[in-house]
C-alpha cells in the first residue's frame, strides 16, 4: 500500500510541481537549519538558538540510529517510481530525515509564535509540517509512513527536549558540554554519516557555547545593517568551512566529523568573538 501512494502521488507530477516541491525539499536540509539557527544566535536571543540547536542534533541522532536499525530501501529503487539523478537521497528510508528535520523547525516555530504572539510564525510551522513531508514522497525519496513517523517523532522529541532544556535553568551550557562525550562515543558504534555530522555540529557548538557564554558574552542586539553584515559574513565562513574543506580533507565520516566541529564552533565561539571586537573597532571609527 505503501508503494500505491507513491505512485498515486507521483502520478501528479509535472514540470511546475517538480521544481517547487524540490525547492521546499531543501527546508528539511542542513542547509535551512544551519541558516535559520545562526540567524537566531547572531542577531535575536542566544538561549533560544541553543534550546533549538540542541533539540535538532538530539533528534538528528536519533534519526540516524533508527535508520541504522531498520534499513528499509527508499522507494525510487522500486519499479514504477521515478526520481531524478540530482533528488536522490542516500541512505536508508526510516524514519525521514528531511520530515523529522521540518517537524523540529515546525515545533520551533509554533513555539515560537505562542511565546511570541506572531500569529505568522504559526502559518510557516504548519506549512513546514505538511509541505517538505510531502515533498519527499512526491520527489520519490520517502513512502507516506516514512514521513509520518518522522514528523510525529520530531513532536516528541522537540517537545520533551525543550522541557528538559528549561530544567537546565542558566546552566545549560554546562549540561551540554557534559552530554557532548555522548556523540563521540555513539560514533564508535554506528558507522552512519548524518550521525558523525551531527555529532561533529554537536560537540562544535556545545563548546563554543560554553566558552562564548564564560568568557564572551556577546550581546546580539545591533542596528539593522550590521545585523545584516554579521549574517552574511558569518555565513560566508561557515561556507567556506563547509564547502572548501571538502578539498583539504578525505572523503570520510571522521574529516566530516571535524568539518561541522569547526562549523559548530565558528558559529557559536568563533562569530560572536569576531562580531563583539570588530564591531566596537567600527563604532569607534564611526
Known sequence: MDLDIVKWIQSLRNPVFDWFFYIITQLGDQYAFILLAVIIYWTIDKKFAHKFVFTFMVSAVVN???????????????????????????????????????????YTALHAAKKTGYKWLKYVGISMLILVPLSRVYLG????????????????????????????????????????PLFIILMFFVKNHDLYIAAGGFVGFASGYYLEKRY???????????????????????????EGLKFVFPDTLLFDFF????????????????????????????
Open 64 to 106: 540516524s540510529g533508527l535508520k541504522e536499525i531498520f534499513q528499509r530501501t527508499r522507494p525510487y529503487y522500486y519499479p514504477g517510481i521515478e526520481s531524478e539523478p540530482h533528488w536522490n537521497t542516500e541512505g536508508y528510508a526510516f524514519p525521514s530525515g528531511h520530515a523529522q528535520a521540518a517537524g523540529v523547525l515546525g
Open 141 to 180: 525519496q520517502h513512502f507516506l509512513s516514512d514521513v509520518i513517523v518522522g514528523t510525529v517523532l520530531a513532536f516528541i522529541i522537540a517537545h520533551y527536549t525543550f522541557k528538559l532544556v528549561d530544567k537546565m535553568g542558566d546552566d545549560e551550557h554546562i549540561y551540554t558540554l557534559l552530554l557532548a
Open 216 to 242: 564572551i558574552q556577546y550581546q546580539v542586539k545591533e542596528v539593522i545593517w550590521i545585523q545584516i553584515v554579521k549574517v552574511i559574513f558569518g555565513l560566508i565562513i561557515a561556507l567556506a568551512i563547509k
Open 259 to 286: 568539518r561541522y566541529l569547526l562549523i559548530g564552533v565558528w558559529a557559536a565561539l568563533g562569530a560572536p568573538v569576531v562580531f563583539k571586537y570588530g564591531i566596537r573597532y567600527i563604532k569607534k571609527d564611526i
